[in-house]
C-alpha cells in the first residue's frame, strides 16, 4: 500500500486516523505539532512520540519536504529565490521578500502551470502536476528554517494558477490558519489568480478574509486574449462581474496585477478604458514592469508610460501603484528559476 500524506491531513482527520492505531486525541495534537510549528522532516525527530509509534507512521505515511535544490540571494536587497526539489523529484520555486513589516513568501502552487500566458515562463514550460497541501506548507517552512525567521505574510503567486488546483489550495489555508499549525491568519495571504472565473464565485462564497490579485494585464478583450488564453474561456465582462460579485459578498477590495508590456497594453488609452472597465469596484492597481521571459519577445514599458498610466488612473480615482521590483538581478519572477535549471541541463 502507498504510504499516505500526513502534513495534508486536518487535525480533526488525522485525530480520526491515530484513534485507528489506538493513540488518544493529546498524540494526534502533538504530532499534528511536530508536522506544523516544528517542521519536522522525520518520524524520528518526534522525541515525545514512542520508537514503536513513529515506525508505525513512518511504515504508514511520509513527510512533505521542500528540499533545497538551489538558492539565489540578490545582491540588491535581501531577496532570497529558492528552486525547491519534492519528494518525487519535481521542482518548484519560491521567493522570499523582506518588507519593513516583515517577510513575504511567495509560493508556487502546482508544478508548471495549463493556462499559458505568453509572458510567463511558467506557462511556457507546459503542466505537470498539482501540489499537495503539505508541498505549499512545506516551501514555507524550509524558508523559516533556513534563515531562522518567522514569515508573516504568504502570496500564492508563485509557479502554477491556484485556482485550478481549488481543493488543495482550500485545505491549505485552512491548515496554514491553524492555531495549532503555522498560524498565518486569512489576512495575511494573497491568493493570485488568471481569472478562473467560475472558481472565483465559489471562494466568494466562503468568505474569507484573504486578499484576492487577479491578473489582468490588458484592458479590453482583443489584447488580453492574445496575451492569456484563459479570456477567451472567461472574458474581461464575465470576470469583472466576477470580482463584483466577489468583493460584495466578502467586503474586501480586490487586487488587480498589470504587467506593463511596452507598446502592447501601456498607452494613455488603455489606462482610460481600464478606469472605466473598473469604475465602481472596490480594488486597487499593482503596474509592475513586465519581467523579460527568454524567446517571448517583450518589453518592459518605459518609465514615463508607468508614470502617465498610473496618473490617468489615480485621476479616475482609481489607487495603483508602481511595485518595486524586488531581486530583480535574481530573475525574482514566476518559474524562470526552474526554466533556466532544466535548460541547462538539456
Ligand atoms: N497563476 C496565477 C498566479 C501565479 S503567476 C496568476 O496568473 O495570477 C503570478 C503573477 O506573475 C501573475 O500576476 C502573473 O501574471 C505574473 N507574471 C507572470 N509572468 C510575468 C512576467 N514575465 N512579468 C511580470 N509579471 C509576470
Ligand atoms: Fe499560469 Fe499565472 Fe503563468 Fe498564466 S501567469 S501561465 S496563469 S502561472
New binding site residues.
Partial sequence: MAQADIKSLSLNELTDEMAVLGLPKYRAEQIFKWLHQKSVCTFDEMSNISTTVREELSNLYYISVANIEKKQVSCYDETVKYLFKLNDGEYVEAVLMSYHHGYTICISTQVG?K?G?T???TGKSGFSRNLAPSEMLAQIQTAQLDNNIRISNVV???M???LDNYDNVIKFLSLISSDKGLNIGMRHITL???GVVPKIYELAKLKLQITL?V?L?APRDEIRSKTMPINRKYNLARLIDACFAYSKATGRRITF?Y?MIDGVNDSDECAYELARLLKGLMCHINL?P??N?TGAGYKKSKKDRLNSFSKILESNGITATVRRTLGSDIDA??GQLKRRLTEEKI
Fill in positions: 502551470c493556462m500566458c509572458f510567463c515562463a500564492l503567486m508563485g502554477g494558477e491556484p493570485s489568480t488568471c490579485a491578473s494585464h496585477e504587467a509592475i513586465v519581467n521571459v519572477s514566476c
